[in-house]
């Protein structure tokens, strides 16, 4: 559907509280899209790759025998601990397989895809199982030993 200037009404979508802004908006710096034909810049490139790995490290079969191996029976799982002894949970609560060494290295500075898959596909002696509580305290400890403005540059190429 067109509004009265002419632009499509999706482009207005998401705006809140009215703060319409035709696009493109005019002084604003796009990436070049040199990915898919000239439809992916390179921030889109990238979120792809990042889902693609993380869908693929699920089906990484030293993954399973780490989950497999901390079963303990009857819906319930040993959780390696994190600044915590080793606990009990049941699954339904949530558990995850975790990397004992971070994907993302922690000066948080991308170098190339191949160091990456490197890290994220480790044997069975690299991974733990943790509870949510548990990995979320350790997410939380790795990011902010991790500067922010370089957490957010990784999958980026620097031209530095």
């Not at 509280?17 to 002084?27: A, D, E, K, W, Y």
């Not at 390696?80 to 049941?90: I, T």
């Not at 975790?98 to 190339?112: R, S």
């Not at 990995?135 to 031209?159: Q, W, Y």
């Amino acid at each position: 559907m067109k509004s009265e200037s002419g632009v499509g009404r999706a482009l207005w979508a998401g705006r809140p509280r009215g703060g319409l802004i035709p696009f493109p908006v005019v002084g604003v710096r796009t990436m070049a899209k040199k990915y898919n034909d000239g439809q992916w810049d390179e921030s889109r490139f990238r979120s792809f790759m990042i889902s693609a790995l993380r869908r693929a490290s699920r089906l990484w079969p030293p993954r399973k025998d780490v989950l497999r191996r901390s079963r303990l029976g009857n819906g319930q799982y040993r959780c390696a601990g994190y600044k915590r002894p080793r606990h009990e949970v049941r699954y339904r609560y949530g558990v995850t397989v975790d990397h004992i060494d971070p994907v993302v290295d922690a000066k948080g500075v991308f170098t190339t895809w191949d160091f990456v898959i490197e890290r994220m596909f480790v044997d069975g002696g690299k991974m733990q199982v943790l509870c949510l509580t548990c990995h979320r305290k350790k997410t939380g400890d790795e990011r902010r030993h991790t500067p922010v403005r370089d957490r957010r540059s990784v999958g980026v190429e620097s031209n530095a």
